[in-house]
T-cell receptor, first 113, second 110 residues
Protein backbone atom coordinates (compact mmCIF):
# COMPACT_ATOMS: atom_id res chain seq x y z
CA UNK A 1 0.00 0.00 0.00
CA UNK A 2 1.60 3.25 -1.15
CA UNK A 3 -1.32 5.51 -0.34
CA UNK A 4 -1.22 8.98 1.11
CA UNK A 5 -4.66 10.44 1.77
CA UNK A 6 -5.57 14.11 2.04
CA UNK A 7 -8.72 15.86 3.18
CA UNK A 8 -10.55 17.84 2.11
CA UNK A 9 -10.22 17.51 -1.67
CA UNK A 10 -11.42 21.05 -2.19
CA UNK A 11 -11.56 24.02 0.16
CA UNK A 12 -12.86 27.53 -0.36
CA UNK A 13 -12.16 30.01 2.41
CA UNK A 14 -12.27 33.70 3.08
CA UNK A 15 -9.27 35.70 4.14
CA UNK A 16 -10.45 35.84 7.75
CA UNK A 17 -11.22 32.12 8.10
CA UNK A 18 -9.23 29.48 9.95
CA UNK A 19 -9.10 26.04 8.36
CA UNK A 20 -6.91 22.95 8.44
CA UNK A 21 -5.67 20.51 5.83
CA UNK A 22 -5.08 16.92 6.85
CA UNK A 23 -2.75 14.24 5.53
CA UNK A 24 -2.47 10.61 6.59
CA UNK A 25 -0.27 7.67 5.67
CA UNK A 26 0.03 4.18 7.12
CA UNK A 27 3.18 3.06 5.35
CA UNK A 28 5.43 3.57 8.38
CA UNK A 29 7.10 6.50 6.68
CA UNK A 30 8.90 8.79 9.12
CA UNK A 31 9.37 11.82 6.87
CA UNK A 32 6.38 13.87 5.74
CA UNK A 33 6.21 16.94 3.56
CA UNK A 34 3.94 19.81 2.59
CA UNK A 35 4.25 21.26 -0.90
CA UNK A 36 2.44 24.09 -2.64
CA UNK A 37 1.81 23.82 -6.38
CA UNK A 38 0.56 26.61 -8.58
CA UNK A 39 -0.88 25.89 -12.02
CA UNK A 40 1.66 24.71 -14.59
CA UNK A 41 4.47 24.85 -12.05
CA UNK A 42 6.32 22.08 -10.19
CA UNK A 43 5.64 21.52 -6.48
CA UNK A 44 7.39 23.95 -4.12
CA UNK A 45 8.58 22.57 -0.81
CA UNK A 46 7.05 24.25 2.27
CA UNK A 47 7.78 22.07 5.30
CA UNK A 48 9.51 18.81 6.16
CA UNK A 49 8.88 16.72 9.24
CA UNK A 50 11.32 14.00 10.16
CA UNK A 51 10.42 11.66 13.02
CA UNK A 52 7.59 14.04 13.95
CA UNK A 53 9.93 17.00 14.30
CA UNK A 54 9.97 19.99 11.98
CA UNK A 55 13.29 19.82 10.17
CA UNK A 56 12.78 22.25 7.31
CA UNK A 57 10.70 25.41 6.96
CA UNK A 58 11.30 26.95 3.58
CA UNK A 59 10.66 30.53 4.76
CA UNK A 60 6.92 30.00 4.64
CA UNK A 61 4.74 32.86 5.99
CA UNK A 62 3.40 32.35 9.51
CA UNK A 63 -0.17 32.22 8.23
CA UNK A 64 0.71 28.60 7.39
CA UNK A 65 1.29 26.50 10.51
CA UNK A 66 2.22 22.82 10.26
CA UNK A 67 1.62 20.21 12.90
CA UNK A 68 2.62 16.55 13.15
CA UNK A 69 0.55 14.94 15.94
CA UNK A 70 1.99 11.47 15.32
CA UNK A 71 3.97 9.49 12.78
CA UNK A 72 0.93 8.91 10.54
CA UNK A 73 -0.68 12.34 10.53
CA UNK A 74 0.32 15.74 9.24
CA UNK A 75 -1.79 18.89 9.44
CA UNK A 76 -1.47 22.31 7.89
CA UNK A 77 -3.33 25.04 9.75
CA UNK A 78 -4.37 28.04 7.70
CA UNK A 79 -5.21 31.50 9.00
CA UNK A 80 -5.60 34.91 7.38
CA UNK A 81 -4.62 33.66 3.95
CA UNK A 82 -4.34 35.82 0.86
CA UNK A 83 -5.87 35.17 -2.58
CA UNK A 84 -2.38 34.44 -3.93
CA UNK A 85 -2.23 31.46 -1.56
CA UNK A 86 -4.79 29.70 -3.76
CA UNK A 87 -3.08 26.56 -5.04
CA UNK A 88 -2.95 22.77 -4.87
CA UNK A 89 -1.48 21.74 -1.52
CA UNK A 90 0.27 18.40 -1.67
CA UNK A 91 1.34 16.13 1.13
CA UNK A 92 4.06 13.53 0.60
CA UNK A 93 5.78 10.94 2.71
CA UNK A 94 9.09 9.09 2.51
CA UNK A 95 10.61 6.12 4.26
CA UNK A 96 13.44 7.77 6.17
CA UNK A 97 16.89 6.50 5.36
CA UNK A 98 18.55 5.96 2.02
CA UNK A 99 15.33 5.34 0.12
CA UNK A 100 14.46 8.83 -1.02
CA UNK A 101 11.33 8.16 -3.00
CA UNK A 102 8.46 10.35 -1.94
CA UNK A 103 4.86 9.32 -2.37
CA UNK A 104 2.31 12.06 -2.89
CA UNK A 105 -1.28 12.39 -1.88
CA UNK A 106 -3.94 13.64 -4.29
CA UNK A 107 -3.77 17.17 -2.91
CA UNK A 108 -6.21 19.72 -1.56
CA UNK A 109 -7.26 22.39 -4.01
CA UNK A 110 -7.50 25.60 -1.99
CA UNK A 111 -9.24 28.75 -3.15
CA UNK A 112 -8.94 31.89 -1.04
CA UNK A 113 -11.56 34.52 -1.76
CA UNK B 1 21.08 28.21 -12.87
CA UNK B 2 18.27 25.93 -11.74
CA UNK B 3 19.38 22.68 -10.15
CA UNK B 4 17.16 20.67 -12.50
CA UNK B 5 16.34 21.86 -16.01
CA UNK B 6 13.42 20.42 -17.95
CA UNK B 7 11.79 21.66 -21.13
CA UNK B 8 8.17 22.44 -20.23
CA UNK B 9 6.95 21.69 -23.74
CA UNK B 10 4.14 21.29 -24.57
CA UNK B 11 4.91 18.10 -26.47
CA UNK B 12 2.31 16.56 -28.76
CA UNK B 13 2.72 13.15 -30.41
CA UNK B 14 0.46 10.72 -32.30
CA UNK B 15 -0.70 7.54 -30.61
CA UNK B 16 1.87 4.76 -30.88
CA UNK B 17 4.87 7.11 -31.06
CA UNK B 18 7.96 6.75 -28.90
CA UNK B 19 8.19 9.65 -26.49
CA UNK B 20 11.49 10.94 -25.13
CA UNK B 21 11.48 13.22 -22.10
CA UNK B 22 14.71 14.66 -20.74
CA UNK B 23 16.19 16.60 -17.85
CA UNK B 24 19.62 17.87 -16.94
CA UNK B 25 20.87 18.58 -13.45
CA UNK B 26 23.79 20.51 -12.04
CA UNK B 27 24.63 18.93 -8.65
CA UNK B 28 26.88 15.89 -8.97
CA UNK B 29 25.84 14.87 -5.43
CA UNK B 30 22.41 13.82 -6.66
CA UNK B 31 22.08 10.06 -6.39
CA UNK B 32 18.36 9.39 -6.74
CA UNK B 33 16.38 10.08 -9.88
CA UNK B 34 12.63 9.94 -10.16
CA UNK B 35 9.96 10.48 -12.76
CA UNK B 36 6.49 11.47 -11.64
CA UNK B 37 3.35 11.60 -13.78
CA UNK B 38 0.76 14.19 -12.88
CA UNK B 39 -2.69 14.28 -14.41
CA UNK B 40 -4.55 17.57 -14.41
CA UNK B 41 -5.70 18.57 -10.91
CA UNK B 42 -4.22 15.43 -9.33
CA UNK B 43 -1.19 14.75 -7.17
CA UNK B 44 2.07 13.49 -8.74
CA UNK B 45 2.27 9.72 -9.10
CA UNK B 46 5.64 8.00 -8.86
CA UNK B 47 6.36 6.38 -12.21
CA UNK B 48 10.00 5.38 -12.16
CA UNK B 49 12.80 5.48 -9.62
CA UNK B 50 16.49 4.82 -10.25
CA UNK B 51 19.57 5.01 -8.09
CA UNK B 52 22.82 6.20 -9.71
CA UNK B 53 23.56 5.56 -13.40
CA UNK B 54 21.93 2.99 -15.60
CA UNK B 55 18.66 1.94 -17.15
CA UNK B 56 15.44 0.74 -15.62
CA UNK B 57 12.53 -0.66 -17.55
CA UNK B 58 8.90 -1.10 -16.45
CA UNK B 59 6.48 -2.11 -19.16
CA UNK B 60 6.36 0.62 -21.78
CA UNK B 61 8.51 2.97 -19.69
CA UNK B 62 12.31 3.10 -19.59
CA UNK B 63 14.29 5.47 -17.40
CA UNK B 64 17.94 6.24 -18.14
CA UNK B 65 20.47 8.06 -16.02
CA UNK B 66 23.88 9.20 -17.28
CA UNK B 67 25.71 10.70 -14.32
CA UNK B 68 28.76 11.58 -16.41
CA UNK B 69 26.71 14.04 -18.42
CA UNK B 70 24.15 14.75 -15.67
CA UNK B 71 21.36 13.74 -18.01
CA UNK B 72 18.20 11.79 -17.21
CA UNK B 73 15.63 10.48 -19.67
CA UNK B 74 12.26 8.80 -19.73
CA UNK B 75 11.15 6.88 -22.80
CA UNK B 76 7.56 5.86 -23.39
CA UNK B 77 7.01 3.21 -26.06
CA UNK B 78 3.72 2.74 -27.91
CA UNK B 79 2.34 5.91 -26.34
CA UNK B 80 -1.37 5.98 -25.54
CA UNK B 81 -3.83 8.86 -25.09
CA UNK B 82 -3.97 7.87 -21.42
CA UNK B 83 -0.29 8.85 -21.16
CA UNK B 84 -1.30 12.49 -21.69
CA UNK B 85 -0.14 14.22 -18.53
CA UNK B 86 2.63 16.37 -17.12
CA UNK B 87 5.85 14.46 -16.46
CA UNK B 88 8.08 15.77 -13.69
CA UNK B 89 11.67 14.69 -13.26
CA UNK B 90 13.14 14.92 -9.76
CA UNK B 91 16.50 14.28 -8.15
CA UNK B 92 17.83 14.17 -4.62
CA UNK B 93 20.96 13.57 -2.56
CA UNK B 94 21.13 10.87 0.09
CA UNK B 95 18.95 12.14 2.92
CA UNK B 96 18.29 15.34 1.00
CA UNK B 97 15.13 16.86 -0.36
CA UNK B 98 13.89 16.49 -3.88
CA UNK B 99 14.50 19.02 -6.60
CA UNK B 100 11.93 19.06 -9.37
CA UNK B 101 12.19 20.00 -12.99
CA UNK B 102 9.56 22.33 -14.42
CA UNK B 103 7.53 19.42 -15.82
CA UNK B 104 6.80 18.58 -19.48
CA UNK B 105 3.20 18.62 -20.65
CA UNK B 106 2.62 15.68 -22.98
CA UNK B 107 -0.41 15.14 -25.21
CA UNK B 108 -0.83 11.86 -27.09
CA UNK B 109 -3.37 12.29 -29.88
CA UNK B 110 -5.55 9.33 -30.97
Amino acid sequence: DTEVTQTPKHLVMGMTNKKSLKCEQHMGHRAMYWYKQKAKKPPELMFVYSYEKLSINESVPSRFSPECPNSSLLNLHLHALQPEDSALYLCASRLAGNTDTQYFGPGTRLTVL
Amino acid sequence: QKEVEQDPGPLSVPEGAIVSLNCTYSNSAFQYFMWYRQYSRKGPELLMYTYSSGNKEDGRFTAQVDKSSKYISLFIRDSQPSDSATYLCATSRVGGDMRFGAGTRLTVKP
